[in-house]
């Protein structure tokens, strides 16, 4: 199978090394420092002692690539629809698209009570899903912990599994083939018929956890141990819980019992934190404008949720204004 990632990062770059060690023939979309570094000494994967290197296609322009059979998209929400752009050439193809990404993708509510409606947080001006119509779509739920020591060069910390699935809810041959290379390359890769419910149960955690770490830049623990801020926490949550069963979606964790396993991952830095501190654009509207979106759609108030998003927005425009 050949498989262009467009997102060399922390979590792109680990999926790539996995890929090729389970036989795929692996490409890579990237530019400036990991472009380099890649195209001079390959995309090196580090877990614990042990160091492989994967000597792979690397190029700005897709053109020059093997012409795909998925593409895998493991970059931020808003960085979504220029990804989407910058591979328009070797669309019309028709590859399977996998998203490996937070918040939720674009066909989301594709077969729920708000089927035909547009995420436009998520896509505000349909360039997603115009540049993506006639491809194949994949969901994907990452569960690693993984970073990037330098360009071309990937630590995985740890491993769980990387939950996959069609938004058809149809198992494709494609995918059964895709799940099977990466367990070859050394991680689980179970297949679910319903992704939209693994995607939600992700963001279950990042919707809260993360804007409220940005916004007040602390990480998982004292956020979680500060009475008010675990309060507020839990408000998110059950807002999050209410708009999900308007959605359909059952499956859901009890908040007290998701802040039970999220202190057991101990004192973490969430991706927003990450990025807040980086002076980075923060992603605000794909792990929590989406929810608030939805919630109006439904009518279903979500006052705290709401208000966290507003100040996420404020958070996200002061750095870009201090970055002109």
Known sequence: MKIMIVGAGAIGGWLGAVLARGGADVSLLARGATLDAVRRQGLTLREGEATSTYQLAAAANPTELPTPDLILFSVKTHALAEAARSVTPVLAKGPAIMTAMNGLPWWFLDGGPLAGDPLRSIDPDDAI???????????????????????????????????????????????????AIVERGGAP??????????????????????????????????????????????????????????????????????????????????????????????????????????????????PVSRTVYALGKGLDLSAALTAR
């Open 129 to 179: 899903a115009t540049a993506f119509a006639p491809c194949h779509p994949i969901g994907a739920v990452v569960h690693a912990s993984t970073r990037v020591e330098s360009p071309g060069v990937i630590r995985a910390v740890k491993i769980d599994r990387l939950i996959i699935g069609d938004a058809t809810r149809q198992t494709s041959d494609l995918t059964r083939t895709f799940a």
């Open 189 to 302: 890769c179970p297949i679910t018929s319903d992704i939209r419910a693994e995607i939600w149960m992700k963001l279950a955690g990042n919707s809260n956890t993360n804007p409220l770490s940005a916004l007040t830049r602390l990480s998982a623990t004292p956020l979680l141990e500060t009475p008010v801020l675990r309060e507020l926490l839990l408000a998110m949550m059950a807002e999050f819980e209410a708009v999900g069963r308007r959605l359909g979606m059952t499956a859901q964790m009890p908040a007290a019992e998701r802040l039970i396993i999220t202190a057991r991952l101990g004192n973490f830095r969430t991706s927003m934190l990450e990025d807040a501190d980086a002076g980075r654009r923060l992603e605000i509207d794909g792990l929590l404008g989406c929810i608030v979106e939805i919630a109006d759609r439904l009518g279903e108030p979500v």
